[in-house]
């Protein structure tokens, strides 16, 4: 099991970067950056690349809809290439608030478009002539929707590595469904070890069955915040987890179209998830919190004595998590970081 942590992409990405060589040091083998509607990830990743020497660099997650499929290539390969090889391409559909929202673009389509994202982009590392005749994608430009004078080129610059490897965010039936069948690694959120199965797993088996013999098993990144404490400590590390839960499953989309409630719901947690809902979009935001339950907030935490962590650390393993993520908060971060490299 290997050891990933996501920077925070709201600060100073110099202070990033300083955290970044910190976290290598301590054992942290992948580090992720987002792209929300922040600074862009590339540039922060690029300036990482220069700062680390061992990590593996990675965008957790570039969205399908903000670039075309070709300079997504074209960015991984450049990524990869200043990190000598050690760039992971996070992709995902994002939701139709950020993308219709922030970037003008129709949020239609985000299965075709990210099989077909991902088709062009290995055809792109291995330096083919770019050729594609797609539902979303027809690469060159038919004569019809242009000028006529669309060439089918190829990447000038010769990658590190004709395979980057392609990490998908993805929650929904078929989106997971897509996931075990075309990527090398999967990042959902809210994963509940206990409960993983019973929400994925006919989804990750029936993708899996149609999946390459050319690809390496799917590599699973979850986990959550840990910390080596005491029992007050660790209930006030869970209680930490109620923002951001509430956050997303009350307001990270509209009724009826929020991904993140429908995985709450797909938990057993209807009434707590339609709640917090109704009373985040109200504005009542702390309420929202209080009702995140509690089971929830202990499964995807790592709090408490050595043991209990150790025990949480072994559920993840056991529902198949290969890269175990990790924000280690209070006291010495980096102590703690070194504590569970080792246990791993």
Same mark, same amino acid.
């Given at each position: ?214 690809l390496d098993p799917l590599e699973v990144v979850a986990g ?5 404490c005491d029992a007050d400590t660790a209930t006030m590390v ?48 702390? !309420? &929202? ?7 929830? +907030? ?5 709090? =408490? %004595?050595?043991?209990? $962590?150790?025990?949480?650390? !072994? &559920? ?7 890269? +175990? ?5 209070? =006291? %010495?971060?980096?102590? $703690?970081i070194e504590k569970i490299r080792e246990w791993v």
């Amino acid at each position: 099991m290997k050891l990933a942590m996501a920077l925070n992409y709201t600060g100073d990405p110099r202070k990033a970067a300083q955290d970044a060589a910190d976290l290598e040091s301590a054992g942290i083998d992948m580090i992720w950056v987002a792209e929300l509607y922040s600074f862009d990830a590339v540039s922060i990743l690029g300036y990482l690349a220069a700062q680390t020497s061992r990590a593996e660099l990675a965008s957790g997650i570039f969205p399908i809809y903000s670039r075309t499929p070709t300079l997504t290539a074209m960015t991984a390969a450049g990524l990869d290439a200043v990190s000598e090889g050690r760039f992971i391409l996070g992709l995902g559909a994002s939701g139709p608030q950020v993308i219709e929202g922030w970037h003008g673009v129709p949020y239609d389509k985000p299965l075709t478009r990210t099989r077909e994202v991902i088709d062009i982009c290995r055809q792109v590392w291995t330096r083919e002539r770019v050729t594609y005749d797609g539902d979303v994608y027809q690469l060159p430009l038919p004569k019809d929707q242009g000028t006529g004078l669309g060439k089918a080129l190829k990447l000038v610059n010769h990658p590190v590595r004709d395979r980057i490897p392609v990490y998908l965010a993805s929650l929904g039936h078929k989106n997971v469904a897509l996931t075990a069948e075309i990527a090398d690694g999967w990042l959902p959120v809210f994963f509940h070890p206990e409960k993983a199965d019973d929400v994925w797993g006919a989804d990750l088996r029936a993708g899996g069955a149609k999946r390459s013999s050319d690809l390496d098993p799917l590599e699973v990144v979850a986990g959550g915040a840990v910390a080596i404490c005491d029992a007050d400590t660790a209930t006030m590390v869970r209680d930490g987890g109620r923002f951001m839960t509430a956050l997303y499953v009350g307001g990270m989309g509209a009724k009826g179209k929020n991904f993140y409630n429908d995985v709450f719901c797909r938990y057993g947690y209807e009434a707590e998830a339609e709640q917090i809902q109704d009373l985040y979009l109200s504005g009542k935001k702390k !309420e &929202a919190e209080a009702l995140v339950p509690d089971e929830f +907030l202990a499964a995807t935490t790592l709090a =408490g %004595d050595e043991g209990a $962590v150790k025990e949480r650390i !072994e &559920a993840f393993r056991e529902a198949g998590v290969a890269r +175990l993520n990790v924000q280690a908060v209070g =006291g %010495d971060r980096l102590r $703690v970081i070194e504590k569970i490299r080792e246990w791993v």
